[in-house]
Structure formats: structure tokens, C-alpha cells
């Protein structure tokens, strides 16, 4: 497996990863859904606002993660963690995993302070990330499931309570995803 970023090279392949993953586990509409909301980020996003990772296997990408800038009211460099996509045939063997720690071994030397996500707490406890609640850091929109609230420090420095809105970039800014 190789481990690299994201170029816009893998523009199509990306988008069709994420389609086929969430069409397999959450039906064919959800599968369109996430592959508007990747090419949409890709599209919209500042380069300097966007980092991707990608793992291939015999030249064919196999998984892909973004991080986007997340904005906090500290001031402190920030980003979210997603979406994430993991070949199907791919899954339960640790390679999500290791694209993540990739990804984060790349922020930390992008002197990235601060990495947040939204999903499944046993599955990024894995990669570091802990539940906050929105006493510590609000979330940009409601959750819709407040347990699934994560982040964690890149500097080695706890996480402060922040008071103040946070923001993401304008493809994250729909509701339906948080």
C-alpha cells in the first residue's frame, strides 16, 4: 500500500470511491449524496483550506480522507477530519486507520494545533481522537448525535473550553451532515 496527498489528479476516482462505499453500506441515494458533498469540497474549497490523503494499492485508490480548516474562536490552527472512505472489499483491516495517522502525522508538520471529527467514537479512538462535548468546543451546526463529537491536540497541549462559534468551510455548512 501507498500512502500519499491528495492530488487533483484523483479527482474522478476519489468521487467515485466515496460513491461506491456509501452506496454499498447506506444505499444508493446516500452514495450519490456523499459524492456530490466530496466534489463539491474539492471544488469549492481553498487548496490552502483542504488537505487530502489517499492509499492506493496496484496504482487503484483504495481510501481517501480530507481534512478542511476548521476555524475556532482561540485562534488556534484547526481542521476537521472528513469525510473518510475505505474500499469495501478494503475494510475491518486497519488501512482506514493508517490513512488517518498518516494524515495526521501531516498536520502536525504543518503546525496544525487542533484536529476535530464527527462519527463513530470506537472506530477514531483508535487514531487518538476522545469525545469533547460543546461546553469545551461548540460544533458549527446541531448534532444529531452529540457522542460522535471528537478532537484532538496535535501540539500535546490540552484542549481549552473555548467560548465563541466555530466555523467550517461553506461545503461542511449543511446541516444534514452534522
Not at 472489499?89 to 495526521?104: E, K, P
Not at 460543546?134 to 463529537?149: N, R
Amino acid at each position: 500500500m501507498k500512502l500519499s496527498l491528495f492530488h487533483q489528479s484523483a479527482f474522478q476516482p476519489v468521487v467515485e470511491l466515496f460513491k461506491s462505499v456509501f452506496s454499498a453500506s447506506e444505499g444508493e441515494v446516500e452514495g450519490d449524496v456523499i459524492a456530490d458533498f466530496v466534489a463539491n469540497l474539492m471544488v469549492t474549497t481553498d487548496p490552502q483550506d483542504l488537505i487530502g490523503c489517499v492509499v492506493e494499492e496496484n496504482e487503484k485508490i483504495i481510501g481517501c480522507i480530507f481534512f478542511s480548516r476548521f476555524t475556532v474562536p482561540s485562534g488556534q490552527t484547526a481542521f476537521i477530519l472528513s469525510p473518510v472512505a475505505v474500499s469495501t472489499a478494503m475494510q475491518g483491516l486497519g488501512v482506514g486507520q493508517q490513512l488517518i495517522r498518516f494524515g495526521l502525522e501531516y498536520l502536525k508538520t504543518q503546525q496544525v494545533d487542533l484536529v476535530f471529527t464527527y462519527g463513530d467514537p470506537n472506530y477514531y479512538a483508535k487514531t487518538g481522537f476522545t469525545p469533547i462535548n460543546e461546553t469545551l468546543v461548540k460544533a458549527p451546526f446541531p448534532l444529531s448525535q452529540p457522542i460522535g463529537w471528537l478532537a484532538q491536540s496535535l501540539d500535546g497541549k490540552a484542549i481549552q473550553p473555548m467560548s465563541g462559534e466555530t466555523q467550517c468551510v461553506q461545503a461542511l455548512c449543511d446541516p444534514s451532515l452534522w
